[in-house]
Structure formats: structure tokens, C-alpha cells
């Protein structure tokens, strides 16, 4: 099992360009999550889905951030544009939709916006 | 709304001797309780959990105790060693079944040799 695959693991842009995260869940889960984490603000839930559906986008912190999940084993976290205040990590982790059980993260994308 | 307290944001102890790391939540549905352990530039992982029709687990060194009266939830380490230096995070389900998690602020816990 190759766990949670996220790319890229680094990303440094410039402030205004579109940044595209992605994620692959493990195989055989149906629920998937988006994080930030930084020193300021610990770890954050950003959106979840639920059988590729979202459930709860209320941690998305603006616009210009969008999340999709078109299949089962893709997601992507999209901020466009991007702004230095967005610098942090974004951790995707996934598990099964039952509540209660463990969620698996990924190794990660740490983002720069200089 | 909801939301999880942790304490201490840091701990130091000596080898061999006990940490214990305490959290608070607020919503009284919640029903699921993990700890995530994470290693300086690593991702979180699972380390123990607790359901509310649990009061304590253990797990060798590890043990988690919970209160749902008091909505309190500790996790204690004995014997600790150099290697459980890290950051903890407590976490809390948010509603009766849903798989939406609050997690508390992280403890840095370092372990001295």
C-alpha cells in the first residue's frame, strides 16, 4: 500500500499565480480531506468529501480556494491567485466514510508565496 | 463553535520519567478521540484512540484516559524516551457520526537524555 500520494511535496510561487495541489487517497477509501497546518493556526480542516462529494467547505478560507474530487482516487486543492498569507502545508489525508476511524495523511505540500 | 483546548503547548521531561498531555472539547456528541504523533518535518500519524464507550486504552507505554462528563481526554506516556520527542495533537469527532475532526493546538514534547 503506498499511502496518501500528494504532489508536489515542495512549491514555492509567486504571489498572484494559480497553485494546484494533489492528492491520491488510499485505494478502497470514500472519504477524503484537505488541512493546512501552520505555526499560527495548528492544523486546519480546510473541506472534506464523502463518496467524491463535498461535505463540509467551511474551513475553505476564501474564494480563492476550490477544491475538486472528480473520481475516487484524485483531489485537487486549487488557490488562484495566491498570496503570501497562503504560505504554509497542506496535508491530504483520507479513510473510510464510517465514522470514527482513522484518517491517514499524506507526507504533505509545503507552499511558498513570496 | 466547536473546539478542542490542549495543554501544555510544551513539555520537557527526562528520560524514563512520565508525560501526560490534556485536552478539552466542547461538543458533547463528540464520540471519537484519536492522537496523532508528528515528527519534525513529517506527517501526523495515528498513535492511539479512544470511543466514548471507552473510559481509558492502553497500548504498551501509551494509555489515553476519558471523561465524557467533564469532556476531558489525557494522554499519558511512561517510560519516555528520546525518540518520543515530537508534536502531539489531540483531536475530537465534531457531531454524533460525522468523520469531521477538531484538532487541539499540538503539544511539543521534548525528552531529554
Known amino acids: 500500500d503506498a499511502g496518501v500520494i500528494q504532489s508536489p511535496r515542495h512549491e514555492v510561487t509567486e504571489m498572484g499565480q494559480e497553485v494546484t495541489l494533489r492528492c491520491k487517497p488510499i485505494?478502497?477509501?470514500?472519504?477524503l480531506f484537505w488541512y493546512r497546518q501552520t505555526m499560527m493556526r495548528g492544523l486546519e480542516l480546510l473541506i472534506y468529501?464523502?463518496?467524491?462529494?463535498?461535505?463540509?467547505d467551511s474551513g475553505m478560507p476564501e474564494d480563492r480556494f476550490s477544491a475538486k474530487m472528480p473520481n475516487a482516487s484524485f483531489s485537487t486543492l486549487k488557490i488562484q491567485p495566491s498570496e503570501p498569507r497562503d504560505s504554509a502545508v497542506y496535508f491530504c489525508?483520507?479513510?473510510?466514510?464510517?465514522?470514527?476511524?482513522?484518517?491517514?495523511f499524506g507526507p504533505g505540500t509545503r507552499l511558498t508565496v513570496l | 463553535g466547536e473546539n478542542v483546548e490542549q495543554h501544555p503547548s510544551t513539555l520537557s521531561v527526562q528520560e524514563g520519567d512520565s508525560a501526560v498531555i490534556k485536552c478539552t472539547y466542547s461538543?458533547?456528541?463528540?464520540?471519537?478521540f484519536p492522537w496523532y504523533k508528528q515528527e519534525l518535518g513529517k506527517r501526523p500519524q495515528l498513535i492511539i484512540d479512544?470511543?466514548?464507550?471507552?473510559g481509558e486504552k492502553k497500548d504498551q507505554r501509551i494509555a489515553v484516559t476519558l471523561n465524557k462528563t467533564a469532556k476531558h481526554f489525557s494522554l499519558h506516556i511512561t517510560e519516555t524516551q528520546p525518540e518520543d520527542s515530537a508534536v502531539y495533537f489531540c483531536?475530537?469527532?465534531?457531531?454524533?457520526?460525522?468523520?469531521?475532526?477538531?484538532f487541539g493546538t499540538g503539544t511539543l514534547l521534548a525528552v531529554q537524555p
Open positions: 479512544i470511543r466514548s464507550n471507552v
Open positions: 461538543d458533547s456528541a463528540s464520540n471519537y
Open positions: 483531536a475530537a469527532s465534531i457531531g454524533g457520526a460525522t468523520n469531521k475532526l477538531i
Open positions: 485505494s478502497g477509501h470514500n472519504s
Open positions: 489525508a483520507s479513510n473510510m466514510v464510517e465514522g470514527g476511524n482513522e484518517q491517514f
Open positions: 468529501f464523502n463518496n467524491n462529494v463535498p461535505i463540509d
